[in-house]
């Protein structure tokens, strides 16, 4: 589809629905202007015109935040076989409690119901969000695991146009992964755990891992988890999946037996793979130990230690990275962040004395 016969579609009311076409700017449409940092990032004049086209469309994104009431209004803009197309993605809320689909996920997946998946991954240079207020956080953590697997991800820029000033602001979204790799190795004194207290967390790590559900999983992902929270109690889990794909994931739940019990503050969590392997620990993982290491912070406690072990195929030593998920999830956030009066009355009513 040509622009001009998208336009016209765009004129007859055709162009409605999650795969949008180029829509004309309206006389009320903003006069978008990229900071100086993000005209560092967008040299190209015409990726910066395809950028303000998005922006222009992400307006008008349909969502349903029906509890947050907060929307997530994304869009991008690709070149496909010689025609440009603008695809739209919204945030949408759907149970009792709080769950969603996200913007950037909804995006990607229409892109990907548009074009295909190799398709998308090659033309999908942005996402752009529309907000009133820029400067939020990164991208959750499971939308960093799909945008890291639907995309060009070392190449995609995160771009948010602030509708209270029609400024725009773009960032490389490699700066929010943090390959394990990168998570420093240390010698097992450094850990921050007594000598005896990390050989109990990583034996109580690596029996969760002879547990869990691994029906779809790889041996290389499953993972067992031990959590040591301020208490002095251990808790731990394996990863469980099943047919719907609705993972549960090792981290989140060893922190949710933990908070079962009140126990809310965790000094170190060990992550279990398998021999020969550093274990990788999802950024959805990841997202659950940042939030509970928020709540080390209200309190003053030091961040959680994330401490990965890594076991030797054969015969050897064993080996640990320790990082904290500050580190391993860069420019997250957190409920701390959104309501820290309400996280502070939270851990004050809940937490165990
Ligand atoms: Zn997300």
Redesign the pocket.
């Known amino acids: 589809m040509t622009r001009a016969a998208a336009a016209l579609l765009a004129a007859a009311g055709l162009c409605s629905g999650v795969v949008g076409c180029s829509r004309a700017p309206g006389p009320l449409a903003p006069r978008w202007t990229l900071t100086k940092p993000a005209e560092e990032l967008v040299p190209d004049p015409e990726l910066r015109a395809r950028i303000v086209r998005a922006l222009d469309a992400a307006r008008s994104a349909g969502t349903d935040p029906s509890i947050s009431k907060f929307h997530v209004r994304a869009a991008t803009v690709i070149q496909h076989a010689g025609v440009e197309r603008t695809i739209l993605g919204g945030?949408s809320e759907y149970a009792r409690v709080p769950e969603?689909i996200?913007?950037?996920?909804s995006l990607m997946n229409h892109v990907i119901n548009a074009v295909g998946p190799d398709a998308a991954r090659r033309a999908v240079s942005f996402i752009a969000f529309y907000g009133e207020q820029c400067g939020g956080g990164g991208?959750?953590?499971?939308?960093?695991d799909?945008l890291i697997t639907t995309t060009r991800w070392e190449e995609l820029l995160i771009v948010c146009g602030q509708a209270s000033d029609h400024t725009v602001h773009v960032e490389r979204f490699a700066r929010s992964v943090v390959s394990e790799d990168r998570f420093p190795l240390v010698a097992s004194e450094a850990t921050g755990l007594p000598a005896a207290r990390l050989e109990h967390l990583a034996q109580a790590a690596i029996e969760a891992r002879t547990g869990g559900v691994s029906l779809f999983t790889s041996a290389e992902e499953h993972l067992g988890v031990a959590a040591l929270t301020t208490t002095g109690k251990v808790y731990r889990a394996a990863g469980a999946d099943d047919a719907a794909f609705h993972y549960r994931y090792p981290l989140g739940a060893a922190l949710q037996q933990a908070a079962t019990y009140r126990d809310y503050f965790v000094q170190a969590i060990l992550v279990a793979g398998p021999p020969g392997r550093i274990p990788r620990l999802c950024y959805r993982d990841r997202q659950y130990g940042y939030e509970s290491s928020s709540f080390n912070r209200k309190r003053g406690l030091p961040p959680i230690r994330l401490i990965l072990l890594e076991q030797p195929a054969g015969a050897g030593p064993r080996r640990y990275r320790a990082t904290t998920f500050e580190e391993a999830l860069p420019g997250a956030f957190g409920a701390a962040d959104f309501m820290p009066d309400a996280v502070d009355r939270f851990l004050e009513q809940r937490a165990q004395r």
């Open positions: 945030n969603a996200h913007g950037e996920t991208s959750c953590g499971d939308c960093r799909y």
